[in-house]
């Protein structure tokens, strides 16, 4: 019955740097949210990992977009295109016609109504007939298997590319949440920043990216430290090409001003908890999903500051994108999801 099912179901997390895209359980799509556009026709030359080859390697003729900024739609013709190629490449290519689309969504948190319908009219515009939306920090509880509809408190704290989402979920509902933009994106402007006034040396987004996975820490002294990066790149002041090796140290004390706003938020978070809540809260501990808990020793930082457990998600990357997949399985039973 395949060829002829009218609906076709996704769940998309639709993330600053990355969007990943569900059906029926499993990961069909992970690409970076990432759009390359003829700058004459608009036409869409690239999307997702083709797209971010481009990126910084353009010329004239080709601009590289990330249509999200900060969690949010910057850029509504790109965010469109490249929902509808990501939703392209999920499909099924067999079909005689393209079937009507039942979509979940993950937003942050923090998201105004504007944003929303933002998201809403993207959707919609690339062939989404029900469109549902999930908070981030909801959809990542349901990915990492929490029982969201108990009567306990349990905090999430997801790290993503443009905004750090931070909830108190009991009983179907955020009841607590701080959604900040800084994430990310910020740790790597940093880097940027801390090369260029260090070291002397131009790097780009994508090389302060890799600095970020290869040595980002946010403690000094690590139990299994891992070894210098070696960046490449012009000197600032005579362009001559200079290779500088960077230590997991360096990289901890330059990310230490953004992670320590992180700790202030979560703290703020803590703060606005009803008592009752946090007594689960302390008991049962911190979640970490998104791509920022995965930087290497987060979890130990916070916990010593907090004096509360903090626990990485198993696969923190994928959780939202998990949870919007069990969202979309539940749509009659869940009424958190935002019509």
Not at 105 to 122: L, N, W
Not at 167 to 173: E, F, N, P, T, Y
Not at 307 to 321: C, G, K, M, S
Request: hydrophobic residues 40%.
């Amino acid at each position: 019955m395949g060829l002829f099912s009218f609906t076709q179901e996704v769940a998309m997390d639709l993330g600053t740097a990355n969007t990943i895209i569900t059906c029926n359980g499993k990961m069909v799509v992970d690409e970076p949210s990432m759009v390359a556009l003829d700058r004459r026709t608009d036409k869409v030359l690239a999307i997702g990992k083709a797209a971010r080859e481009m990126d910084g390697k353009v010329h004239d003729n080709i601009r590289t977009i990330r249509p999200l900024r900060e969690g949010v739609i910057a850029d509504f013709y790109a965010a469109e295109q490249m929902i509808r190629g990501l939703i392209k490449m999920a499909g099924n290519r067999s079909r005689w016609f393209t079937p009507s689309l039942r979509m979940v969504i993950g937003i942050p948190s923090g998201s105004t109504e504007v944003e929303i319908r933002a998201v809403r009219d993207s959707a919609e515009h690339a062939g989404g007939r029900d469109v549902y939306m999930i908070f981030e920090p909801m959809a990542a509880a349901l990915g990492i298997g929490i029982d969201v509809q108990a009567p306990e408190g349990n905090m999430i704290v997801d790290i993503g590319g443009g905004t750090t989402e931070i909830a108190v979920i009991s009983l179907g509902g955020i009841v607590s949440n701080k959604s900040i933009r800084i994430a990310g994106d910020d740790l790597t402007e940093d880097i940027v920043e801390y090369m260029r006034r260090q070291h002397n040396v131009k790097v780009g987004e994508r090389t302060a990216e890799q600095i970020k996975i290869h040595v980002g820490s946010a403690l000094t002294t690590l139990q299994d430290p891992p070894e210098d990066f070696i960046v490449h790149g012009p000197n600032q002041m005579t362009a001559l090409p200079m290779e500088v090796p960077v230590s997991y140290q360096e990289i901890a004390h330059c990310l230490d001003r953004t992670i320590s706003k992180m700790e202030a938020a979560i703290l703020s978070a803590l703060e606005q908890t009803p008592p009752e809540l946090y007594a689960d809260i302390v008991h049962n501990g911190i979640y970490l999903t998104g791509g920022g808990a995965l930087m290497r020793g987060l979890d130990k930082r916070l916990s010593d500051k907090m004096n509360i457990t903090f626990h990485v998600a198993e696969d923190p990357l994928h959780a939202v994108a998990r949870g919007t997949g069990v969202a979309l399985k539940n749509i009659d039973k869940f009424n958190f999801l935002i019509r």
